[in-house]
């Protein structure tokens, strides 16, 4: 499976989310540790996505390349150079879909950026479905072959029943609302089509304001993969952390030595939020697993909302949550 890292809060360099930190996401396409299979690398391909302040549309920006993260000196070069206040990156490891651009991550339509961790079994059974539930606009959108990028079709078509796709901005409580019916569409494919090999449906879609992410899986027996947050006021290199640092490879390919980041606090109000399949720090205090069966909100003012997603699937140790089909919603306590 992939891994992912969503980063919002003030202008950050992107390096110090992608290369410098003892374990980025460069460093995690070769050395992920908390995959479900046994693949430890993340070698087909990668993607960044990310919003720029200074200029006046709500446009993001993609680089996608097929190359493994580490060995691309452009991803290098343009993450010592590029600040942004939110930044979707992605590196690959196929589970449907050919090596190629169009099938990288993340994906863009309008002020929107999609990634996804994860495989929705048995997608062959389920794609003619799928493709049936969309408008003419949004059954052409996808240009890769990819399962997740279907999925973002459908996550638009569901959205252009309540509203534009195209705006530059849209309420969370309606990205929250069309995720969670993507969510249950496929899951009643996967049903009707009797696959065994549960679904994991790690998405993340965000308009540049607010962030919405789930860690799902179709099974109350089986691990969704992994999901990470961590909040702070800054991201930033600790002297005090005495673990002798791996290294990566600089835009020369040279060999430079990996930082080890911590997530500081300096205040109660979160200024920084890190979403990620595996901690970007080896220090336990700094990250919160996200429970299976979750959906997590980031609100424009840096609020983090958990909400369980109660279905059939869901632990019961969540006794009050929202359902996949219901407009009502409980926060956590």
Not at 92 to 103: I, M, P, Q
């Amino acid at each position: 499976m992939c891994r992912l890292l969503i980063f919002k809060g003030e202008p950050i360099g992107l390096s110090h989310l992608i290369t410098k930190p003892s374990h980025s996401i460069i460093n995690q396409a070769f050395d992920c540790r908390l995959r479900l299979d046994a693949r430890p690398v993340n070698a087909d391909g990668f993607g960044v996505g990310w919003y720029d302040t200074e200029l006046e549309d709500s446009v993001p920006c993609v680089f996608q390349a097929i190359t493994p993260a580490w060995s691309n000196r452009n991803l290098h070069r343009l993450a010592e150079k590029i600040r942004s206040p939110l930044v979707f990156a992605h590196v690959r490891a196929s589970t449907t879909g050919a090596l190629s651009e169009e099938n990288c991550h993340p994906w863009i339509y309008g002020s929107l950026l999609w990634m996804h961790n994860g495989n929705i079994s048995g997608f062959t059974k389920i794609k003619r479905h799928l493709q049936n539930e969309l408008s003419e606009e949004f059954f052409h959108f996808p240009q890769g072959s990819t399962d997740s990028e279907w999925a973002f079709a459908l996550f638009l078509n569901e959205l252009s029943k309540i509203a534009d796709p195209k705006a530059t901005s849209f309420p969370y409580v309606t990205l929250k609302e069309v995720m969670l019916l993507t969510i249950e569409k496929i899951k009643c494919w996967w049903v009707q089509a009797g696959v065994q090999e549960p679904c994991r449906m790690n998405f993340a879609v965000t308009d540049g304001r607010s962030v919405v992410a789930t860690k799902y899986v179709t099974s109350s027996t089986e691990d969704a993969a992994s999901l990470f947050f961590s909040t702070g006021t800054s991201f930033e290199p600790s002297k005090q952390v005495n673990i002798p640092p791996p290294t990566y490879l600089d835009d020369d390919h040279q060999p430079r030595p990996a930082e080890q980041y911590r997530m500081q606090k300096y205040d109660k109000r979160e200024k920084i939020v890190l979403i990620a399949s595996e901690p970007l720090t080896f220090e336990k205090t700094d990250w919160i697993e996200i429970p299976c069966q979750t959906l997590v909100i980031v609100t424009p003012k840096m609020n983090v909302l958990q909400f369980p997603i109660i279905d059939e699937f869901v632990d019961n140790v969540y006794k009050t949550g929202i359902s996949l089909t219901s407009k009502t919603f409980y926060p956590v306590e």
